[in-house]
């Protein structure tokens, strides 16, 4: 009988359906989610910039999925992931080889997240010749981290929640300020904004904004987030989802108090368990979130494929990815 192949798929609803199962299979098997949520809210609501690229077996069943991210031609961002019944079996290798295989689907630079640095992606990675060039730690303050430093307050700013409809055009500039340097974060608009507060999760008053109280000028924000299962017992768990403050208004202490501020909110949810993603050569921002008691508890890492023209080199991984 011969292999399964990739097939690239405009998603159906059924097909919707059969990627959000297989995500939740490989997310419970391997205790970290293959995909981010930006693939995943492509898959829910297409930006078109997404590709998808499946393999389903004989019998109709998924077994693989990636997704291709071309919003940046320049940085397209892949990710996939396969059924851990099907892995061993070639599918990751045959998933990149047919997305390398098209300029029209990687037209410039590329990269590929591995969620939770498995070991299937490093081989992977490893025979398609990839090179390992981020790395982004998934910090974890668990529930016995002790009490929260008191929220601190800032001379002549006033924090509160966001105003839907009305604060998001202020904080998508002053996210591309503070985060200029970061190649996915800074690049957040507007529709992205309101996008994710379409989301089950989102909570207007957990989106903490900073405003001078002279002029109302926004300096920065603390965006909270609350998912329904990942604390170590299996509950809710919160996230410091974005912290961001105007360059302009650093060095008040604002972004620690900030990060207090989206902290106590978190905690008066009951929420004493809270995770954040942060850059691993962020020495100061890491060294920040040491002090308020988070600790590394996973590690994504990003490989680039440099050539996208060059040929896969000969050989198959058989990754687990």
Do not use: C
């Amino acid at each position: 009988m011969t292999s399964p192949v990739p097939q690239w798929i405009e998603p159906t609803a059924t097909d919707r359906a059969d990627i959000e199962r297989l995500v939740d299979v490989v997310r419970h098997a391997d205790g970290v989610a293959a995909w981010s949520e930006p693939a995943l809210l492509d898959l829910a609501t297409p930006t078109g910039h997404g590709r998808h690229l499946v393999v389903r077996g004989h019998d109709g069943g998924l077994l693989a999925w990636a997704h291709v991210d071309g919003g940046d031609p320049d940085d397209v961002v892949v990710e996939l992931g396969v059924a851990p019944t099907a892995r061993r079996q070639g599918l990751a290798t045959a998933l990149a080889r047919e997305i390398r295989a098209d300029p029209a689907v990687l037209p410039g630079h590329a990269r590929g997240w591995a969620h939770g640095q498995r070991p299937g992606a490093a081989e992977l990675s490893a025979a398609l010749g990839l090179q390992r060039d981020r790395e982004l730690w998934m910090m974890r303050r668990p529930a016995g981290a002790g009490a929260l430093p008191a929220a601190r307050a800032v001379d002549g700013i006033t924090i509160g929640g966001l105003t839907p409809g009305q604060d998001e055009p202020d904080v998508v500039a002053v996210n591309a300020r503070a985060f200029a340097w970061h190649p996915e974060q800074g690049a957040m608009t507007v529709e992205d904004v309101r996008r994710r507060e379409q989301e089950p999760w989102f909570d207007a008053e957990g989106f903490l904004l900073a405003r001078e109280d002279s002029s109302h000028r926004l300096l920065g924000f603390h965006w909270t987030k609350v998912h329904p299962d990942g604390a170590r017992d299996g509950g809710p768990v919160g996230e410091v989802y974005v912290v961001g403050v105007d360059p302009d208004a650093q060095g008040r202490g604002l972004g620690g108090a900030l990060t207090l501020a989206g902290l106590h909110h978190l905690a008066g949810r009951g929420l004493d368990e809270v995770v954040l993603y942060v850059e691993a050569d962020n020495a100061p921002a890491v060294a920040t979130y040491r002090r308020l008691g988070f600790e590394v508890d996973a590690t994504d890492v990003s490989f680039r494929l440099p050539d996208v023209t060059s040929a896969p080199p000969a050989g198959d991984a058989r990754g687990g990815v």
